[in-house]
């Protein structure tokens, strides 16, 4: 059975975690550096290990890794040879398995929620270009090239025992394309797609969120499909969008709703009123797995995961 199914079973709704960045950041890291949270890999693996837990106590039944932009090729960047780089992309892992069983060794942390799983992120080719591209997808690759570029990192992070594979803010259907066709390399290893928005009908690069869905489909080790890093604003609007077009269970992890300028790497606090979170209503409308993705925090979380123990699971 895989993963996502299991909790599923178990509770009717999955909590995600939140912004591993912000939370870094919040701890005096300074991420304005095209490597981001990766660089925090090598510089501070502790800390990272210490948000995880923080997420965990929260109220998370699922972290989700380090590795969004770890890469060969963004290590190599900063002098680090491929054996280096794969032992970080797998020590991202490491971190999220350590927070999480040190917390589920804890007989009272066990109480009324499933054991969280580890997902490993896996960020668009867009994140390592560090450019913003991953809310465009206008690579100018081809699938196969893209199928290249994903295939060490997703092995590394398989290999070091992730639950499932977080694949997230893919911004065109070809990068979904080619990370399912990589998965197939992968037998009994699940991922769910997460894709980034520009808007309540279509993914980043224009096309129908509906359409991309129904390629899915057919692909068993796809496990889940959604939209993340995307204002809440869109989220009702995207579940509805997506729930007529697949019985996988739909995971939804939007943003706070500050606005990013990839440009200078700064956040512009959201004024609109539109971003308040209703997580009954994206419940009803049909999403499964729910969290939150940049600037949000474990406070947001725990909002969350407090909602699900009194709505949902108070029945158990
Ligand atoms: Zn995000």
Redesign the pocket.
Same mark, same amino acid.
């Given at each position: 059975m895989n993963p996502i199914e299991k909790v599923l079973k178990e509770c009717s709704v999955m909590v995600l975690d939140g912004?591993l960045a912000t939370e870094l950041e919040s701890h005096g890291c300074d991420l304005n550096d095209s490597l981001w949270s990766a660089k925090v890999l090598m510089e501070n693996p502790e800390l990272i290990k210490e948000v995880h837990s923080d997420y965990f106590k929260a109220g998370a039944d699922c972290a989700i890794t380090a590795s969004y932009q770890a890469t060969i090729e963004g290590y190599a960047e900063r002098g680090l040879n491929k054996v280096a780089a794969i032992e970080l992309m797998k020590k991202s892992v490491q971190l999220a398995v350590e927070a999480r069983d040190e917390f589920w060794d804890v007989t009272a942390n066990r109480l009324n929620r499933p054991m969280p799983l580890v997902a490993a992120s896996i960020g668009p080719y867009g994140a390592f270009l560090a450019d913003g591209s991953e809310y465009r997808g206008e690579y100018g690759l081809s699938e196969d090239e893209l199928v290249d570029f994903h295939r060490e990192r997703m092995k590394a992070l398989i290999e070091a025992g992730a639950d499932i594979l977080a694949c997230?803010?893919i911004p065109c259907l070809i990068e979904a394309k080619a990370i399912v066709r990589l998965l197939k390399e992968f037998p009994g290893v699940y991922a769910w797609i997460s894709f980034?928005a520009k808007d309540g009908l279509h993914i980043s690069s224009g096309e129908s969120i509906a359409a991309c869905t129904e390629w899915l489909n057919e692909h068993e080790q796809v496990a889940a499909v959604g939209v993340? *890093?995307t204002p809440p604003s869109y989220i009702s609007t995207l579940i509805k969008a997506l729930s007529g077009h697949t019985k996988k269970p739909i995971i939804i992890?939007p943003?706070s709703g500050d606005v990013?300028n990839p440009t200078d790497k700064t956040w512009e606090k959201s004024t609109s009123k539109e971003h308040e979170r209703s997580f009954l209503q994206w419940y009803e409308d049909g999403a499964r797995l729910i969290g939150g *993705? *940049?600037?949000t925090t474990p406070e947001d979380i725990k909002e969350i995961s407090s909602w699900a123990q009194m709505e949902l699971r108070s029945n158990n």
């Open positions: 912004a997230e803010t980034s993340n *890093c992890y943003n990013y *993705c *940049c600037r």
